[in-house]
């Protein structure tokens, strides 16, 4: 199966793709720097988003979404700050280097939206999620590693992937 031209990339989505993948690399090193993911770095940070403004916290309003956090992630933050890792700089990494880019895409746009509703209704100004979200959304609408990047490779020497979710 040949690409078609919508399947081929462009120059500006791979821009687009290299920019969003060293935003997360170098946000998920500084993470890395200040213990972001150990246990007591997401209790920490979990505890300041859902604080209320008055007491030095973000202030988020979403009941259930802290609800969720409290019931999944703070039980085994440990687990999740290392699957965090793991997955942050996996993401960065593939929209770096053009990678399984439908699937690192897809995944940094559903860990935007996350962000934007953990956030939400606080001090954080969640538009920065927003553009996170469109942007990735159109990495992976565009094929955005089909131009400098190893994706371009891939179909090239093995055709589309399975469903067309990897590259």
Same mark, same amino acid.
């Given at each position: 199966? &040949?690409?078609? /031209? @919508?399947?081929?990339?462009? #120059?500006g989505v791979a821009i687009l793709r290299i920019v969003l993948g060293l935003t997360i690399l170098f946000t998920w090193w500084g993470n890395i720097s200040d213990d972001f993911? &150990?246990?007591?770095?997401?209790?920490?940070?979990? /505890?300041? +988003?859902?604080?209320? =403004?008055? /007491?030095? *916290?973000?202030?988020?309003? #979403?009941?259930?979404?802290?609800?969720?956090? /409290?019931? &999944? +992630?703070?039980?085994?933050?440990?687990?999740?700050?290392?699957?965090?890792?793991?997955?942050?700089?996996?993401? *960065? !990494?593939? !929209?770096?280097?053009?990678?399984?880019?439908? #699937? =690192?895409?897809?995944?940094?746009?559903?860990?935007? @939206?996350?962000?934007?509703?953990?956030?939400?209704?606080?001090?954080?100004?969640?538009?920065?999620?927003?553009?996170?979200?469109?942007? @990735?959304?159109? +990495?992976?609408?565009?094929?955005?590693?089909?131009?400098?990047?190893?994706?371009?490779?891939?179909?090239?020497?093995?055709?589309?992937?399975?469903?067309?979710? #990897?590259?």
């Amino acid at each position: 199966m &040949t690409e078609t /031209d @919508s399947q081929q990339g462009t #120059l500006g989505v791979a821009i687009l793709r290299i920019v969003l993948g060293l935003t997360i690399l170098f946000t998920w090193w500084g993470n890395i720097s200040d213990d972001f993911y &150990t246990a007591d770095g997401l209790r920490g940070f979990f /505890d300041w +988003v859902f604080l209320s =403004a008055e /007491d030095g *916290g973000n202030g988020s309003s #979403l009941s259930f979404i802290e609800s969720i956090i /409290d019931n &999944t +992630v703070l039980r085994a933050a440990g687990f999740f700050g290392l699957l965090q890792t793991i997955a942050e700089g996996l993401i *960065g !990494l593939g !929209l770096l280097i053009g990678g399984f880019t439908r #699937l =690192a895409s897809l995944l940094a746009l559903l860990f935007f @939206s996350g962000l934007f509703l953990t956030y939400f209704g606080g001090e954080e100004w969640i538009w920065t999620y927003v553009v996170l979200m469109a942007a @990735s959304l159109t +990495v992976f609408l565009n094929y955005g590693g089909r131009m400098l990047g190893v994706d371009q490779l891939l179909a090239r020497s093995r055709g589309e992937s399975p469903l067309g979710m #990897l590259w």
